[in-house]
């Protein structure tokens, strides 16, 4: 079974930087393209940015130059690089992954989420 996990959430103050990670495991082929994506209480989820596996990339308008996605494909890992928080930062963040399982489906898989709550 294929199960993604978030870790790097946390409390930190306006301006701050946090680094969220997100690894897949279980038995699978390889990853395709890894995605971040965040929820605000009251707001629906948007996502934040995108990384292909041959590390292309894309934001949210909100984010840009701010947040910076990576990944390593041998260790099955999406990076949230996210500097200058704001309060309008604070959100659930969700990795999400679409991953070629061992009979080569492609499906797409969500992690648990992670709390980043920026402080004023």
């Known amino acids: 079974q294929v199960q993604l996990v978030e870790s790097g959430g946390g409390l930190v103050q306006t301006g701050g930087s946090l680094r969220l990670s997100c690894s897949a495991s279980g038995s699978f082929n390889n990853i395709n393209i890894m995605r971040w994506y965040r929820q605000a209480p009251g707001k629906q989820r948007e996502l934040v940015a995108t990384?292909?596996?041959?590390?292309?990339?894309d934001y949210a308008d909100s984010v840009k130059g701010r947040f910076t996605i990576s990944r390593d494909n041998a260790k099955n890992t999406v990076y949230l690089q996210m500097r200058s928080l704001t309060p309008e930062d604070t959100a659930v963040y969700y990795c999400?992954?679409?991953?070629?399982?061992?009979?080569?489906?492609?499906?797409?898989?969500w992690g648990q989420g992670t709390q980043v709550t920026v402080s004023s």
């Open positions: 990384i292909t596996r041959a590390d292309a990339t």
């Open positions: 999400n992954a679409d991953i070629w399982t061992t009979d080569w489906n492609l499906r797409l898989y």
